[in-house]
């Protein structure tokens, strides 16, 4: 077996050129070669986390957002309920003065009316007595009866005021 | 093991000699070495060529070169800890060295250094030392407690010490012999058969058709040394993961 014979010379040029050339290596890439990787992995690392941070700030900006409008509906709503409450209040109150001025315009008609029916009677009432009066002493003159005038008109109050 | 007498040579692959012609052989610069200085080469290439794009996506060759980092990055990581980052050079270095003799040996003509015990030794005792060294500089004195776990009942002593001594001391040999067999044992296995093929070649009219066999034995072996070259570079390298683990803490 060629590798057990140690007594050839290139055995040991073999092992100290290994040596040279592991060595030679190891110093390329310690120094050259991984600390290029090491960059690029670390950029590339970085460049990730930056990417994840933007997006989880967006995500939060949209969710606020969001919040916010739902805030802005949940306030106009709100706010539209209390503008329709009150239009309808203002409705119902010139609503309400409007009927009460034409309550009162009919009151004020009806008692101006009433109390030109009340003067009407009265008048009338006067009329009556009078009438009452003339008939009495027309009827008294048919029959022949005198009768002094004041008692006459007396008897026909009597009469007309015991009806009432 | 070369078998009837010199049919099947499987041994002669082996062998080392000079390269670079006088030049060579005055500094003893043999084949192995040549190959040594192409894979450094190809690994060069690899982390300083296929980094180059530095892209934020990274290209076929720039993810190589980013796994291989990753793959060592991760391992020293889950073995040994955050402090395991300053052997992080010297562990893909070896990984990487291991890695690409192996499969470089895997092309014809091609010499496999990592087939020679010497070799997988010299690398097996860097990381002995290293490991020494470390957790010597660590730990002190108190690394010889490492030899005779606290609570164990002192009557064991003079059994349990020899033991670990033993254990210790065996580190570098089952990593370079483990190394050293695979590697051998694939390629006498790819040149064994690879004799059939040409042997049974020549046999007459049935010869050609016989020889299919050892060359489908030959196609499916390939595939299995790529893997072995890929777990043994694996396996070297994640014992030594182990050991520093066992350097930097002591158990």
């Known amino acids: ?164 | 093991m070369a078998v009837e007498g010199k049919a099947i040579d499987a041994l002669s692959q082996f062998e080392l000699g000079t390269t670079f012609g006088p030049i060579g052989r005055a500094v003893g610069f043999t084949h192995s070495n040549l190959h040594m200085l192409i894979a450094g080469g190809l690994i060069v290439a690899l982390m300083i060529y296929g980094m180059r794009p530095r892209a934020m996506v990274p290209g076929r060759l720039q993810s190589v070169a980013e796994s291989a980092y990753g793959f060592i990055d991760d391992m020293l990581l889950a073995q040994v800890g955050p402090e395991g980052r300053r052997f992080f050079p010297f562990v893909f270095t070896l990984f990487m060295f291991i890695l690409f003799g192996n499969m470089l040996g895997l092309f014809p003509y091609a010499f496999t250094y990592t087939s020679h015990i010497s070799l997988t030794f010299t690398l097996a005792m860097l990381v002995f030392v290293l490991i020494t060294v470390v957790a010597i500089a660590l730990h002190g004195t108190k690394f010889f407690g490492y030899f005779f776990p606290e609570g164990a009942p002192l009557w064991l002593a003079p059994i349990i010490i020899p033991v670990e001594i033993v254990s210790y001391l065996s580190r570098p040999v089952s990593l370079s012999i483990r190394l050293f067999a695979n590697m051998v044992a694939g390629h006498v296995m790819l040149k064994v058969f690879a004799t059939f093929v040409v042997m049974l070649g020549a046999l007459g009219t049935l010869g050609p058709v016989l020889s299919i066999m050892p060359l489908a034995i030959n196609v499916a072996l390939v595939g299995f040394e790529v893997l072995v070259a890929f777990l043994q570079a694996y396996v070297f390298a994640i014992l030594t993961c182990i050991y520093l683990h066992d350097a930097v803490h002591l158990h």
């Open chain 1, 1 to 164: 077996m060629p590798q057990l014979d140690f007594s050839n010379p290139l055995m040991l040029s073999k092992l100290v050129w290994l040596l040279i050339i592991f060595g030679l290596l190891y110093f390329v890439l310690k120094n050259y070669a991984l600390p290029q990787v090491a960059a690029v992995l670390d950029e590339r690392a970085a460049r990730i986390a930056a990417d994840l941070d933007a997006a989880r700030d967006a995500q939060a900006a949209g969710e606020a957002a969001m919040a916010e409008l739902r805030a802005a509906t949940a306030a106009a709503r709100s706010e539209a309920q209390a503008a329709v409450a009150s239009a309808i209040a203002e409705a119902n109150a010139k609503a309400t003065a409007e009927a009460e001025a034409i309550n009162r315009r009919l009151d004020a008609q009806v008692a101006e009316a009433e109390s030109r029916v009340r003067a009407a009677r009265d008048s009338a009432m006067g009329a009556l007595r009078e009438v009452a009066l003339d008939t009495t002493q027309a009827m008294l003159g048919r029959l022949r009866v005198h009768a002094p005038a004041n008692d006459v008109a007396a008897a026909v109050d009597r009469a007309a005021g015991g009806r009432g």
